[in-house]
């Protein structure tokens, strides 16, 4: 079964600095998609960044960017520039490339943004 | 052009009572999943269903746990007879019928369990 794991219950970063969140995962599979979710207060689940797994270049969006290490398993999003809105919990989350099936989170990472 | 929907926002429940939540997906898309995150903690996947048909239910509980995704109308996740360790925040996520598609996800049902 796929794990995915993130070691940091929490994290806090300074307004305008930047702050690495953590993300390894276990699988057999040599297919499959990496994603980044925010979990403001209001709950919602926001799709921040995507990777797929035969891609070596790392994704990125905006101030949003990732260091994807297939070998390793390991998969660290990177914000940049931060701002208050940025507060959140991030969630990491893995899908087998195969039809649809569903995503495997890990069990977040608590960002406060200090001003 | 809605995004997944799901209602209520909030449910209440006495212990014993059934809850019934709704969830409506994106336009164009027919499959859904239901997620439940406890709290403190990641979602876990609980059932995917397409149009009248459950595909996957490994994650759901045996007993006391339904999902439904009728022809017409929302999908429905039941529980009947609820208790105390129900209380979560239920979501849903819907995406489109071929390939890897994204999921997209709704705003999610609290339900509290008196």
């Known amino acids: 079964a796929q794990t995915v794991t993130q070691s940091q219950p929490e994290m806090s970063v300074q307004e305008a600095e930047t702050v690495t969140l953590s993300c390894t995962y276990d699988?057999?599979?040599?297919?499959?998609?990496l994603f980044w979710y925010k979990q403001p207060p209001s709950r919602q689940m926001i799709l921040v960044i995507r990777?797929?797994?035969?891609?070596?270049q790392n994704a990125t969006e905006n101030r949003f960017s990732v260091n994807f290490q297939k070998a390793a398993k390991s998969f660290s999003l990177k914000i940049s520039d931060s701002q208050l809105g940025d507060a959140a919990m991030y969630f990491c989350?893995?899908?087998?490339?195969?039809?649809?099936?569903?995503?495997?989170f890990g069990k977040g990472t608590r960002l406060s943004v200090i001003a | 052009n809605a995004g997944v929907m799901q209602n209520p926002r909030h449910l209440v429940r006495r212990r014993g009572q059934e809850a019934r939540l709704r969830c409506s997906p994106m336009?164009?898309?027919?499959?859904v999943y239901w997620y439940r995150q406890l709290p403190e903690e990641g979602l876990k996947f609980m059932v995917y269903?397409?149009?009248?048909?459950?595909?996957?239910e490994s994650g759901m509980p045996k007993e006391r746990f339904s999902a439904e995704f009728p022809k017409e109308g929302p999908s429905i996740l039941r529980i009947q007879q609820v208790v105390r360790g129900d209380s979560a925040a239920y979501f849903c996520?819907?995406?489109?019928?071929?390939?890897?598609?994204?999921?997209?996800f709704g705003d999610g049902t609290r339900l509290s369990i008196l």
């Open positions: 996520a819907s995406s489109q019928m071929t390939g890897p598609q994204p999921q997209h």
């Open positions: 699988t057999s599979e040599s297919d499959y998609y």
């Open positions: 990777q797929e797994a035969y891609k070596q």
């Open positions: 989350a893995y899908r087998r490339n195969s039809g649809n099936t569903p995503l495997v």
């Open positions: 336009k164009g898309h027919s499959h």
């Open positions: 269903l397409q149009k009248e048909n459950i595909i996957d």
